[in-house]
């Protein structure tokens, strides 16, 4: 029989949505209904395990899994084995302490002697460890970032995104432990066949992210500034280039970043572009 990849994901959660829309990208099918704990893809060998995120480390270790989606947050915090295969990009956040906003705070000796309220015992623990603090860790399950209002503890080390739920609760972030993304983890022990399914998996991954940040563009420009416009869109390769009906104008169509099409744009109308079009790209696979 041939092999079936075990992907675990959050059953719900901040992970779940883009976990599963990354692998609806990368063109596999499926059905999920919302009481089942695992599914079937139709058109890949992959089955699906979904599991609360604490607990994916632990399974991709023991191999109940071969390989996950789980954040960097909880991988380190587990302490478990497994290969991070690929940092998907999506969930970021970070791991900070944070005091209330009028806590005297100069650097983290400040927390020497103090209590310090936390669903990640060990990545904090390890953090005052090396920073030679001790202070008292108090290891809670939930709403944290309250702690230090009902008197539980006098700092807090969480997760933060915007930094909106600290405001509210009247804290201030102090130092950033750790920033987190959601990655693809792997077991460090796969068969032949598993690792070159999970290379398959990998492929496909990479051209939906490389397509995620970039954007087709097509533009009309005189003849004689191809040069300069060539020289400020990288491409793939080379842009194409096409004439146009009206004598001395081309067409000219290439790949941009996302994050330098506002920066080239007025470069290029500069340059004599018109009709400049964006659109998205599906996959781009090299
Ligand atoms: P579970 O029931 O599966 O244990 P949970 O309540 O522990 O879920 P979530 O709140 O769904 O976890 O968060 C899952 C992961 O999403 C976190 O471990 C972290 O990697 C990431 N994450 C957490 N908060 C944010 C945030 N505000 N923005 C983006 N990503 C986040
Ligand atoms: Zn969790």
Not at 147 to 152: D, E, F, K, M, R
Not at 174 to 202: F, P, R
């Amino acid at each position: 029989m041939s092999e079936t990849l075990r992907l675990a994901i959050q059953k719900s959660g901040r992970l779940s949505e883009d976990s599963l829309n990354l692998i609806k990208e990368c063109g596999i099918d499926f059905n999920k209904s919302d009481n089942k704990l695992t599914s079937k893809a139709f058109n890949f060998p992959i089955e699906f395990l979904f599991l609360r995120d604490d607990d994916i480390p632990g399974y991709v270790e023991d191999a109940v899994a071969d390989i996950g989606i789980v954040g960097e947050n909880v991988l380190a915090e587990k302490g478990k084995e497994a290969d991070v295969v690929e940092k998907l990009g999506f969930s970021k956040c970070r791991l900070s302490i944070a005091v209330p906003k009028d806590f005297p705070y100069n650097g983290i000796a400040s927390l020497a002697g103090k209590s310090i309220a936390t669903s990640y015992p060990k990545i904090l623990g390890d953090y005052l460890k090396k920073n030679k603090v001790n202070a008292e860790i108090h290891e809670i399950s939930g709403s944290v970032e309250i702690a230090p209002n009902i008197g539980l503890a006098e700092g807090i080390c969480d997760l933060v995104s915007s930094g909106s739920t600290l405001i509210s609760n009247g804290l201030k972030e102090t130092e950033v432990i750790l920033e987190s993304q959601a990655l693809l983890i792997a077991n460090k022990h796969l068969s032949k066949a598993k690792k070159s399914l999970v290379e398959q998996l990998l492929f496909r991954i990479k051209s939906v992210q490389r397509a995620k940040n970039s954007k087709y563009i097509l533009l009309n420009a005189p003849a004689n500034s191809v040069d300069t416009i060539i020289g400020l869109l990288p491409g793939v390769k080379s842009p194409t280039v096409m004439p146009l009906a009206q004598e001395g104008w081309v067409s000219l169509h290439s790949v941009v970043k996302e994050n330098e099409f506002w920066e080239i744009v007025e470069k290029l109308k500069a340059a004599g572009a018109e009709g400049i079009l964006v659109m998205p790209i599906e996959k781009i696979v090299i």
